[in-house]
């Protein structure tokens, strides 16, 4: 990336979200999820919503680098509506560690499953009881309490909006549930705009108090307003996975939930291979990427959406119209983490190809592809294919 000021506003707001992400981390029983629409995710049909995956963990080649024996334990399982997939890479030396290696990776694997659920079950707004649908419950009327992780994750969604704008809103689902994607509704134009009055991430409202039995607040000051972590959790959510398999011990992993990956590597071995799907011709790659310790996300118009009228309306809602973004086709953000991707890829999204590159050619540690409207790929000058 090209340096920056070390006075620049936005490099000084990164810095404060990597300090508040390490702080999240460092606590157990945490809770998210991402539903980036407002239904349940359609299957694919002839002329009907479609979600497509958006990355692809390829195989990759041997090399004089894998000197060693290897192998690999993998599983795929549905979370948060999405099948994610576990790669393990074992270092073997004799049969017998192979066991061993095999056993611990999968307890690591079970583990990180757990915690994703634990995760999805606190902080899904679809979940009734969770922490987000309680402040949900109560806008309007006052404060709730809540732990301390969903307080540092609110915080780091908040930031985002300051930096983007207001692009990225947690509280775009006042529209967002208004869109049904499995039957083709459209909302009418004054459900729209009496929706987008209720947008405004200034209404989520933080504190800490000691009146709290958690020690933290949290206030959603408008009554028609709510919040859905639509497009930070499922990356920091994949964070926490990857706390858990490193715990175990393990180096060489990937965890992929479709738009969001994490790949681990350690010097010396082969980089992971991701490929990121074309945004029209489904069969196809647009991109062939090597990570190593890096997070990918990518959001397109591809992944829910259905044509009316010859128009493409997509899951990714733009907060400012309540319709859905239209000047990208696809975004993929490389960045140190994944809720850190994950949320700049829907930033980008819906700032539009040179508004949202402005943006991250001025942070540190991340990089973008967008394919625009046109289907012109536009990459910012750190980004290598």
């Not at 300090?19 to 460092?26: F, K, N, P, V, Y």
């Not at 009734?128 to 969604?157: C, F, K």
């Not at 405004?200 to 949290?218: E, F, I, M, N, W």
């Amino acid at each position: 990336m090209i340096p920056i000021a070390p006075q620049h506003p936005h490099r000084r707001i990164c810095r404060r979200l990597a300090i508040l992400l390490t702080a999240s981390l460092a606590i157990t029983q945490l809770a998210i999820t991402q539903i980036a629409a407002a239904q349940t995710p359609a299957t694919v049909g002839n002329n009907t919503s479609q979600r497509w995956p958006t990355q692809h963990l390829l195989p990759d080649q041997p090399t004089a680098a894998e000197s060693r024996q290897s192998s690999r334990v993998s599983r795929t399982v549905t979370l948060m509506t999405t099948p994610v997939e576990f790669v393990i890479q074992l270092a073997l030396e004799s049969a017998p560690e192979l066991i061993e290696q095999t056993a611990t990776a999968n307890q690591a694997i079970d583990e990180a499953i757990g915690e994703i659920q634990r995760i999805e079950q606190v902080m899904s707004e679809w979940q009734p009881h969770s922490e987000v649908s309680q402040i949900n419950s109560a806008a309007g009327t006052g404060p709730v309490a809540i732990s301390e992780e969903l307080y540092r994750l609110l915080q780091m969604a908040l930031q985002v909006s300051e930096l983007s704008g207001g692009r990225f809103d947690i509280t775009f689902r006042s529209a967002g549930k208004l869109w049904d994607f499995r039957h083709q509704i459209i909302p009418t134009q004054a459900q729209i705009e009496a929706a987008i009055t209720a947008i405004d991430y200034h209404k989520v409202r933080l504190q800490q108090s000691t009146t709290s039995p958690t020690g933290y607040l949290a206030e959603i000051t408008s009554a028609n307003t709510s919040m859905g972590l639509g497009a930070i959790a499922k990356g920091y959510a994949i964070d926490r996975a990857v706390q858990v398999i490193r715990r175990a011990g393990f180096q060489q992993f990937v965890v992929n939930a479709g738009g969001d990956l994490y790949a681990s590597s350690v010097p010396g071995q082969p980089l992971w291979q991701v490929g990121i799907q074309h945004p029209r011709q489904r069969e196809q790659l647009i991109a062939r990427l090597p990570v190593a310790n890096m997070a990918v996300a990518t959001s397109g118009d591809y992944e829910r959406y259905f044509i009316h009228n010859g128009q493409r309306y997509s899951h990714l809602i733009n907060p400012a119209t309540g319709y859905p973004a239209n000047g990208c086709q696809s975004v993929t953000i490389m960045a140190s983490r994944g809720f850190w991707a994950d949320a700049l890829a829907t930033a980008v999204f819906v700032m539009g190809p040179q508004e949202g590159m402005a943006l991250v050619e001025q942070l540190d540690d991340v990089e973008a592809m967008v394919i625009d409207a046109a289907g012109i790929e536009h990459l910012s000058s750190g980004f290598t294919l």
